[in-house]
């Protein structure tokens, strides 16, 4: 596979794992998330793959919608990193909530499949 392939394959993975998220689809997400994942939210709090899995699984956190803005991946080797900027909204322990961010993400290539190792988002001010 080429690195132009490698990459669109990324963007392609990205693109469901958001999709996933919103439709609450917990063994789409299990396949894709790392079990070591590092997960970052823009607010700052850290969260394991477990405990995204759990405040998703237990409704404490919906995600509404995502739309992502400005993807872009860059590969190498086995280590993918995309980046981007999206609109995310979403409800949190009851609370609406609907802001943009940029984001940080790290993809590893292992058993012949992408899996997302990090997460590290900034919420971008209101415009």
Not at 9 to 29: S, Y
């Amino acid at each position: 596979m080429t690195q132009q392939q490698d990459e669109q394959e990324i963007l392609q993975t990205e693109r469901r794992r958001f999709e996933a998220m919103v439709k609450g689809d917990l063994v789409a997400l299990e396949r894709v998330l790392a079990d070591d994942l590092q997960y970052t939210h823009s607010n700052g709090v850290f969260d394991t793959k477990a405990s995204f899995l759990g405040t998703l699984k237990s409704g404490e956190l919906q995600y509404q919608g995502v739309t992502p803005e400005d993807l872009r991946a860059r590969v190498y080797g086995s280590t993918a990193v995309v980046t981007g900027v999206s609109l995310m909204n979403v409800r949190v322990r009851g609370q609406q909530a609907s802001f943009r961010v940029r984001f940080t993400d790290v993809y590893v290539k292992r058993d012949d499949r992408w899996q997302m190792v990090a997460w590290q988002a900034a919420r971008l001010p209101e415009q």
